[in-house]
């Protein structure tokens, strides 16, 4: 009765199929992280390797070109796999040979013998292959542990990769009522301290800011990634289309020491010689446009993918907000909303128009603040 009842526990055992846990799944998120912003064009990626639920090794990738995350995680290891090791990874292994060799090689060669995925590769060309190639070497692989989060964390590059247009996201700060002035004795601000520290996280993710000349000549912003300890500057767009800013001294996008990441852009047809001389005078870069004013939100967009810039994020004031919107030239949503009402109707409002329609979308709290994003519906 003994061996009995020892063979039927021994069966009930090997019928329960393991499963994933989430906890090394969110470090190799963490991982990800710690390249935020760094790794364009390519994506975000973070890499663990556990061993009887211990993690033992990890990785992340930190620079097109430079090594994978589950490379990175490999070499840490620096020593064979044990036969229970997990290979955590946030993104499906590339199965192709780019500026680096496949991961999926790397991974078969290693003796792992399964393997965990957050998302998918977002390329329909490549989409499963990978997993397909480990499942193919006797891999066992698990797919779509915290999907939902290592596919945000990728929002620039998936839409890349799938479009080669550059992503384009629209940020407001408003009052409840829409107004983009705080109410009178209220602070230059809307927002509190939290939600703008939150503001330069995504100025240094995208790779570049836009702004209206308007915005440029009223608030003289800087447009760079303030972050606690370290400042870095992104491609910085003036949309300019008759070269207003042309001679307006003082501005620190004209005279800081980022300066020659400033790009005025206005058209063709308004360049004025002197006004360009001005602009190469000062250090300062111009893209004179073709076209029609209608048309000049597409040729930019158009000239920023010939340049590979993969995406945009673009501080907008009223005007400029409801011109990306109504012209179906944006893809995601920042709204930033503070628990005040203007109370000003002569305040600008950035809901003038259509309003906006978010999908997948995703709130979160910064003090008394809300942050609302999310895709937007074309």
């Known amino acids: 009765m003994v061996q009995k009842h020892q063979r039927l526990e021994k069966e009930i055992d090997n019928s329960m199929e393991w499963k994933p846990s ?15 912003g760094e790794t364009h064009p390519n994506p975000m990626v973070g890499a663990v390797i556990t061993e009887g639920d211990v993690i ?32 955590y990874v946030t993104l499906e292994p590339c199965s192709t040979h780019g500026r680096t060799p496949p991961c ?7 003796g792992i013998k399964t393997v965990v995925v957050g998302a998918e590769d977002p390329n329909p060309l490549h989409a499963g292959k990978g997993l397909t190639h480990l499942r193919n ?10 999907a939902d989060a290592c596919t945000d964390l990728n929002l620039i590059f998936n839409h890349w990769i799938k479009t080669q247009r550059p992503f384009v996201a629209v940020k407001v700060a408003s009052t409840l009522d829409g107004r983009l002035v705080a109410m009178e004795g209220a602070g230059p601000y809307i927002t ?21 000349v308007d915005t440029l000549l009223k608030d003289n912003p800087r447009l760079t990634a303030r972050l606690p300890g370290n400042e870095s500057c992104p491609i910085r767009f003036v949309l300019d289309r008759h070269f207003r800013s042309a001679g307006k001294k003082g501005l620190n996008l004209f005279q800081d020491v980022y300066r020659d990441r400033t790009i005025v852009v ?29 048309e000049f939100l597409f040729h930019w967009l158009d000239t920023c993918a010939a340049q590979s810039i993969v995406g945009v994020y673009v501080e907008a ?9 109504n012209h179906h030239c944006a893809d995601y949503f920042f709204a930033y909303y503070s628990p005040m009402i203007s109370g000003n109707p002569n305040s600008p409002a950035w809901t003038e128009g259509s309003l906006p329609q978010l999908s997948m979308g995703r709130t979160q709290a910064f003090g008394q603040d809300v942050l609302f994003r999310g895709f937007l519906a074309q």
Not at 137 to 146: E, N, P, R, T
């Open 22 to 36: 989430e906890v090394p799944m969110r470090r190799a998120l963490e991982l990800a992280r710690k390249a935020w």
């Open 56 to 87: 033992v090794a990890e990785g992340f990738h930190a620079k097109a070109g430079e090594p994978h995350a589950e490379v990175q995680a490999l070499r840490a290891l620096g020593r064979p796999p044990k036969p229970n090791a997990v290979l």
């Open 104 to 110: 999926v090689d790397a991974i078969v060669a290693s």
């Open 137 to 146: 070497h006797g891999i066992k692989v698990f797919s779509g542990v915290l």
């Open 192 to 212: 509190g301290e939290l939600a703008r520290a939150d503001v330069q996280n995504w100025r240094k993710l995208f790779p570049a800011i836009a702004v209206s």
């Open 266 to 294: 206005g058209l063709k047809s308004s360049a004025k010689s002197a006004d360009l001389h001005w602009y190469e005078a000062e250090g300062i870069k111009v893209w004179c446009l073709e076209g029609t004013a209608d």
């Open 317 to 325: 004031g009223p005007r400029l907000a409801s011109v990306f919107l």
